[in-house]
């Protein structure tokens, strides 16, 4: 193909380095003046874009390159909307496709050629600022605070709605926060990942660096709305602070990442400050997952399985297993202890692929008369293995075992990791006849179309709602709760798939469930 056709190429290609220097170009016929096509090279990103696209087109290089994955956005330059698609090649370089947007953005998450998304740092220019406020510190002898926030839900956002939505919703939040940061004197805000931010204060005194922390939690969790739809954000806050043994930019932001690592791992509001007791319990989490990794090995993850019911003639229909781990030593480890440790450390991938091994090896050792004709056996894989791209093909090769029919395995996907993945592949196994459950129904946030359109056979109600029900009928959670469980079971009837309810310990909320469409439950009522 010769240069002129290369020329004539709708969409433009380009080669960048990590620092933002294109290397080269070809095509964009169908995107003038965004960048110059004669023979220069080596250019940077500023020389060829505006202030705002060359901003714009830096973070999704850093995303992509840190995350190793393609990433994209949408963006308004001269008057036109255009698609942008950055994809890694190595640790230094990545490919950018740009082409016209075949249609107009909504306003509200137009990108804004003069306008910063928010009003923070990158994480270059937050390390730089940092190092220089702590020096300053050592100096005056005034020490510093740094606290570290996890958003959680913004990483869903990107998933399911695109990483464009997903900025634009940060960066309302940022640029709130910011506003309330600088307000209280000397402090600062940036962006250390997708998911995570970071912010300078310029005190140690507990009362005001919590205030402050405070501000900023309650600005990034307030709702955000874009046109229709309303997004809301869990921060996740810890605090590090400068003076006696920490002295260095990196210790004081890894007593911050600690400390909220605790908020996170607590599913607190709690604004938690840095202690010595904390690095003791996560060296006690680094032996655990050690141990961990050795009782994947030994096959020493077993199950507990919990009967899911007929509500209308109490029939048990399904035995549905739980992953369980009776430590040698520590005992019972709760499953919300050692699931957090096994995603952590790697192993969440291990640990489900063994765990859909193990739930074989109990059907076999089964009496084939126990288990009735249409008795299935239900299983929740962990979410790193369900985006894993080995995942169809793990459940496929359990399946040739001829041990446990397809249609007596049904595999349970919280409603986040759902949504956020793709259903298509999953259409294999369920021709296969594997019954594909949606959980935690009613706790994030779903797609109706996805819904509609995914290969699924049921819907379970998330227990946090069931529970909720037997709160007195004036309790404003028991209001909710009833609001939300009607509008599952309505839901679930629309589409014509099963619903499904999971924590009944009651005689009302079995009648309450049933009342209300409901056809299948698990729980301690039925013990």
Same mark, same amino acid.
């Given at each position: 193909?010769?240069?002129?056709?290369?020329?004539?190429?709708?969409?433009?290609?380009?080669?960048?380095?990590?620092?933002?220097?294109?290397?080269?170009?070809?095509?964009?016929?169908?995107?003038?003046?965004?960048?110059?096509?004669?023979?220069?090279?080596?250019?940077?990103?500023?020389?060829?874009?505006?202030?705002?696209?060359?901003?714009?087109?830096?973070?999704?290089?850093?995303?992509?390159?840190?995350?190793?994955?393609?990433?994209?956005?949408?963006?308004?330059?001269?008057?036109?909307?255009?698609?942008?698609?950055?994809?890694?090649?190595?640790?230094?370089?990545?490919?950018?496709?740009?082409?016209?947007?075949?249609?107009?953005?909504?306003?509200?998450?137009?990108?804004?050629?003069?306008?910063?998304?928010?009003?923070?740092?990158?994480?270059?220019?937050?390390?730089?600022?940092?190092?220089?406020?702590?020096?300053?510190?050592?100096?005056?002898?005034?020490?510093?605070?740094?606290?570290?926030?996890?958003?959680?839900?913004?990483?869903?956002?990107?998933?399911?709605?695109?990483?464009?939505?997903?900025?634009?919703?940060?960066?309302?939040?940022?640029?709130?926060?910011?506003?309330?940061?600088?307000?209280?004197?000397?402090?600062?805000?940036?962006?250390?990942?997708?998911?995570?931010?970071?912010?300078?204060?310029?005190?140690?005194?507990?009362?005001?660096?919590?205030?402050?922390?405070?501000?900023?939690?309650?600005?990034?969790?307030?709702?955000?709305?874009?046109?229709?739809?309303?997004?809301?954000?869990?921060?996740?806050?810890?605090?590090?602070?400068?003076?006696?043994?920490?002295?260095?930019?990196?210790?004081?932001?890894?007593?911050?990442?600690?400390?909220?690592?605790?908020?996170?791992?607590?599913?607190?509001?709690?604004?938690?400050?840095?202690?010595?007791?904390?690095?003791?319990?996560?060296?006690?989490?680094?032996?655990?997952?050690?141990?961990?990794?050795?009782?994947?090995?030994? +096959?020493?993850?077993?199950? !507990?399985?919990?009967?899911?019911?007929?509500?209308? $003639? =109490? @029939?048990?229909? /399904? &035995?549905? #297993?739980?992953?369980?781990?009776?430590?040698?030593?520590?005992?019972?480890?709760?499953?919300?202890?050692?699931?957090?440790?096994?995603?952590?450390?790697?192993?969440?991938?291990?640990?489900?692929?063994?765990?859909?091994?193990?739930?074989?090896?109990?059907?076999?050792?089964?009496?084939?008369?126990?288990?009735?004709?249409?008795?299935?056996?239900?299983?929740?894989?962990?979410?790193?293995?369900?985006?894993?791209?080995?995942?169809?093909?793990?459940?496929?090769?359990?399946?040739?075992?001829?041990?446990?029919?397809?249609?007596?395995?049904?595999?349970?996907?919280?409603?986040?990791?759902?949504?956020?993945?793709?259903?298509?592949?999953? +259409?294999?196994?369920?021709? !296969?006849?594997?019954?594909?459950?949606?959980?935690? $129904? =009613? @706790?994030?946030? /779903? &797609?109706? #179309?996805?819904?509609?359109?995914?290969?699924?056979?049921?819907?379970?109600?998330?227990?946090?709602?069931?529970?909720?029900?037997?709160?007195?009928?004036?309790?404003?959670?028991?209001?909710?709760?009833?609001?939300?469980?009607?509008?599952?079971?309505?839901?679930?009837?629309?589409?014509?798939?099963?619903?499904?309810?999971?924590?009944?310990?009651?005689?009302?909320?079995?009648?309450?469930?049933?009342?209300?469409?409901?056809?299948?439950?698990?729980?301690?009522?039925?013990?």
């Amino acid at each position: 193909m010769s240069a002129a056709l290369i020329d004539l190429l709708p969409d433009l290609v380009f080669l960048m380095r990590r620092d933002g220097t294109i290397v080269a170009h070809v095509g964009g016929k169908a995107v003038p003046d965004l960048c110059s096509h004669g023979d220069e090279s080596d250019s940077r990103l500023e020389q060829a874009w505006s202030p705002a696209t060359s901003a714009l087109i830096r973070r999704l290089l850093r995303r992509s390159i840190a995350g190793r994955i393609p990433v994209e956005a949408r963006f308004h330059e001269q008057g036109r909307n255009y698609d942008i698609r950055v994809t890694p090649q190595g640790p230094n370089r990545a490919i950018g496709v740009v082409r016209a947007a075949l249609a107009d953005v909504p306003v509200d998450i137009e990108e804004s050629p003069s306008e910063p998304r928010w009003l923070g740092l990158d994480r270059r220019g937050f390390l730089r600022r940092l190092n220089d406020s702590l020096a300053m510190a050592v100096l005056r002898e005034r020490p510093i605070s740094v606290a570290v926030f996890h958003i959680e839900g913004i990483s869903n956002i990107a998933r399911t709605m695109g990483a464009s939505v997903s900025e634009e919703v940060l960066g309302h939040a940022m640029s709130k926060a910011s506003v309330q940061l600088e307000a209280t004197g000397e402090a600062y805000l940036g962006q250390l990942r997708e998911n995570m931010l970071a912010a300078m204060i310029g005190s140690v005194d507990r009362e005001t660096v919590e205030a402050r922390v405070a501000s900023i939690r309650d600005e990034l969790k307030a709702p955000v709305r874009m046109g229709d739809l309303e997004f809301k954000l869990t921060p996740y806050a810890g605090v590090g602070q400068s003076g006696g043994d920490v002295a260095s930019v990196e210790v004081l932001l890894e007593h911050a990442r600690t400390a909220m690592a605790e908020a996170k791992r607590s599913l607190s509001e709690q604004i938690f400050f840095h202690s010595d007791a904390m690095q003791v319990r996560s060296l006690s989490r680094l032996d655990l997952g050690r141990e961990l990794r050795d009782a994947i090995a030994d +096959r020493n993850i077993r199950f !507990r399985y919990i009967g899911r019911h007929d509500l209308t $003639t =109490g @029939r048990k229909v /399904a &035995s549905v #297993a739980y992953l369980r781990w009776q430590h040698p030593l520590r005992g019972d480890i709760p499953p919300a202890e050692f699931l957090r440790i096994a995603v952590a450390t790697g192993l969440a991938i291990d640990l489900s692929r063994t765990a859909l091994e193990q739930i074989v090896d109990d059907a076999l050792a089964e009496s084939p008369a126990h288990w009735a004709p249409d008795m299935r056996v239900s299983f929740g894989p962990l979410r790193d293995h369900i985006f894993h791209e080995s995942f169809v093909s793990d459940v496929e090769r359990v399946l040739a075992r001829n041990v446990l029919p397809p249609e007596r395995l049904e595999l349970r996907i919280a409603e986040k990791a759902f949504v956020a993945r793709d259903t298509n592949g999953l +259409r294999s196994l369920q021709k !296969r006849g594997v019954q594909l459950v949606v959980d935690e $129904t =009613g @706790r994030g946030m /779903a &797609s109706l #179309a996805a819904l509609a359109n995914a290969p699924i056979w049921g819907l379970q109600l998330d227990r946090a709602w069931v529970t909720a029900l037997r709160e007195g009928p004036t309790d404003p959670r028991a209001v909710t709760a009833q609001k939300v469980c009607r509008a599952t079971m309505s839901l679930a009837t629309a589409l014509d798939i099963a619903p499904i309810a999971a924590g009944i310990d009651h005689e009302s909320q079995r009648d309450a469930l049933l009342e209300m469409g409901c056809r299948y439950g698990s729980g301690d009522f039925f013990r």
